[in-house]
């Protein structure tokens, strides 16, 4: 969903960014009103009526950040796209009754949005808030706009409340039951009922020809297998040290190695990266796996190890836990870190071990593995 976007304003100090595909929303929704036999007036009413709309998605997006950033969680970005928008959170709320409140943030802004239409259309339209004239042609008629703002408000609430990810009704409905529960678990039993709601939906769109039905099945099947594992191995980072994926043994490299060594090992697939050390046993670097791919796509076999070294890495102890390290994995951009415990080196760890350990966390169904079980 979120690929390739363009920031187009900065709100509240966060960036607003609008995904390409959303150019494309405005050609659809033309086609539409042409498939449906409206004037040129009446598709650019519902053209109208998409950006409206729009900015409708935007407050709803901001009512999450700005609930979110009272509770001292900040928001990455917001990014719209044609099947919605997302609030780009930089942490979950640790408290259960905050990512609640949160959650309900962007339904609270639709349902302000609505009442106040509601109000307004009551005490001096004409119509109230229904629609007149043909349901295929609404927008020819320009009193039909309001009403219409009103029930869009009222779908959105209703759409985003499906207790299912990435809706915002799957969050309301994680958060009362990690009030019970560990998030972990809520998580995995909230994913597994969104997930159900979602093969519900592909079930009935086959059925019925909505293919946009199907669609959002999907979407919703995958994105709560994603909240599952999400959440699942950034508990295990909090939990995990960094001697449960400590290496004992490694390759070492010596200063006047021949490069040629390093490109062997590589080759060999089972490690890529490794510590030097100089003849007194001495750590004096890192030779990083790219380096060692650019000596041998240049020939250079014979020259030493030293001449590819970095000199940048730092050590870390064994009971650091995991989310520290990655994080300082990704501040640094190492690829092996060396962990000392009282000044004596133990052993290595690297981003393979990291990875293996993250992918072996619990996950939710998944599309390949429904198929290994009923294909």
């Known amino acids: 969903m979120l690929g390739q976007s363009v920031k187009i304003a900065t709100l509240f100090n966060i960036p607003l960014k609008v995904h390409w595909t959303f150019a494309f929303f405005f050609v659809w929704i033309a086609y539409i009103g042409y498939q449906m036999g409206m004037d040129m007036a009446g598709i650019a009413t519902l053209c109208g009526f998409a950006i409206v709309m729009f900015f409708c998605v935007v407050l709803h997006e901001l009512g999450h950040s700005l609930t979110a950033a009272h509770y001292g969680v900040t928001t990455k970005d917001i990014i719209i796209s ?13 408290k259960p009754m905050q990512e609640l409140l949160i959650a309900i943030a962007g339904p609270a802004v639709n349902l302000v949005i609505a009442v106040l239409l509601f109000v307004g259309l009551s005490l001096f339209g004409n119509q109230g808030v229904g629609l007149i004239g043909d349901p295929d042609k609404i927008f020819e008629l320009p009193s039909n706009f309001l009403p219409a703002l009103f029930w869009l408000n009222m779908a959105l609430i209703v759409f985003n409340m499906i207790p299912a990810f990435p809706m915002d009704g799957g969050r309301v409905f994680r958060a009362l039951l990690a009030m019970r529960l560990d998030r972990a678990r809520a998580t995995r039993i909230a994913g597994r009922v969104g997930q159900l709601i979602a093969i519900s939906f592909a079930f009935y769109g086959f059925a019925s020809g909505d293919y946009l039905l199907i669609f959002i099945g999907a979407f919703v099947f995958i994105s709560a297998a994603n909240e599952s594992r999400h959440v699942h191995a950034d508990q295990r980072l909090v939990k995990g040290k960094v001697s449960d994926i400590l290496r004992g043994e490694y390759t070492t490299m010596l200063l006047s190695d021949p490069i040629s060594h390093a490109i062997e090992k590589v080759r060999e697939g089972l490690e890529k990266d490794f ?20 000596a041998e796509k240049q020939a250079e076999n014979g020259q030493e190890v030293r001449h590819y070294l970095s000199q940048h890495y730092e050590s870390v102890g064994p009971n650091l836990d995991l989310k520290q390290l990655l994080q300082i994995f990704q501040r640094q951009g190492y690829s092996i870190i060396p962990v000392y415990h009282a000044d004596q080196m133990v052993g290595v760890v690297d981003r393979k ?11 939710l169904w998944t599309l390949k593995n429904l198929r290994s079980k009923f294909g």
């Open 82 to 94: 044609p099947i919605g928008g997302v609030a780009r959170l930089s942490k979950i709320p640790e």
């Open 275 to 294: 510590l030097v050390f100089d003849a007194w046993g001495s750590l004096r670097g890192v030779l990083h796996e790219e380096f060692i791919r650019e």
């Open 353 to 363: 071990g990291l990875t293996q350990f993250l992918n072996s966390t619990p996950k």
